[in-house]
Each structure stands twice: as structure tokens, then as C-alpha cells.
């Protein structure tokens, strides 16, 4: 193998390492952030973000991901792109309800107190909420009382 063969491959190789650390680098970043900000499912955020996040380097060398977001100024009614850690785009998915209530699980609504004498919908208590109903009042349930 001669040297210029040599050289493409070492520069093939180490092309490839560059892009699956940096795919790796942003997709953990999102990930990271997607957790702390209770979504109800990781790879939706990443999906939603990894489009617009980016590896930058920092003056001191290391490595950070950020995320350019796309936003109306309201002051001049134009568009501005910023640039915000994943962190910081994840809270502004959040805090905006509208568009995505279904992203996050404490953004959903609570389910409503239980009715008696069988008029719950099972399908809308949460685990918690059904053990809780099954060991206090399981006649709600359609369930005989337990025996004391």
C-alpha cells in the first residue's frame, strides 16, 4: 500500500470517528435534557431537536452542543435564530403547552378525582392512582370488599 493510500484511509477513519462522536455527543445531550425536564419519551425530543444541534467547541477546547432555535422578536416582528444549550431548548418546548402538551408528562393534566359505585374509568387512573382505589374502596371497581 502506498503512502497516499495510506493517508485516505487514516483520513476516512478518522472522519468517521469525528462524525459518530459528534452524533453521539448531541444525541446524549438531548437525551440528558429530555430526562431532567420529565418527557414522557426521550427520543421525541431528539427527534424534534437534532436537526438544529450543533458541536461547537468552546474557547478553552472543550466540546458543547447547542441548539439554534428559530423565534418571532416581538419588539420587530421579525425572525431571530439563537443559539441555547439543549437544557434551555428543551425548557422553552416545555413551557410552550400548546404545541407540546403530549411531549412531557408533568405538562399533562391530572386525572380527576374517582366517582363512587363503578363509574370510573380505569383507563384514565394512573398505577398509582388504581392500587390506591383497589386497596381502599374496590367496590368502586366492581370488586367485592376486602374482608376485615
Do not use: Y
Request: glycine share 4%.
Amino acid at each position: 500500500m502506498s503512502d497516499p493510500e495510506k493517508l485516505a484511509k487514516a483520513e476516512q477513519r478518522a472522519e468517521k470517528a469525528e462524525r459518530l462522536f459528534t452524533e453521539s455527543t448531541i444525541q446524549r445531550a438531548l437525551h440528558d435534557a429530555a430526562v431532567k425536564h420529565d418527557a414522557f419519551n426521550p427520543s421525541q425530543i431528539i427527534t424534534v431537536l437534532k436537526p438544529s444541534a450543533r458541536l461547537t467547541q468552546a474557547g478553552d477546547g472543550q466540546f458543547e452542543v447547542q441548539v439554534v432555535t428559530r423565534e418571532i422578536d416581538p419588539a420587530t416582528g421579525q425572525e431571530v435564530e439563537t443559539a441555547c444549550t439543549p437544557d434551555e431548548a428543551v425548557a422553552r418546548m416545555k413551557q410552550n403547552r400548546k404545541e407540546n402538551e403530549n411531549l412531557f408528562n408533568s405538562v399533562l393534566p391530572a386525572p380527576a378525582a374517582p366517582a363512587p359505585a363503578g363509574k370510573i374509568d380505569v383507563r384514565k387512573l394512573t398505577h398509582e392512582e388504581f392500587l390506591k382505589i383497589r386497596a381502599e374502596h374496590p367496590e368502586w371497581l366492581g370488586l367485592a370488599p376486602k374482608r376485615r
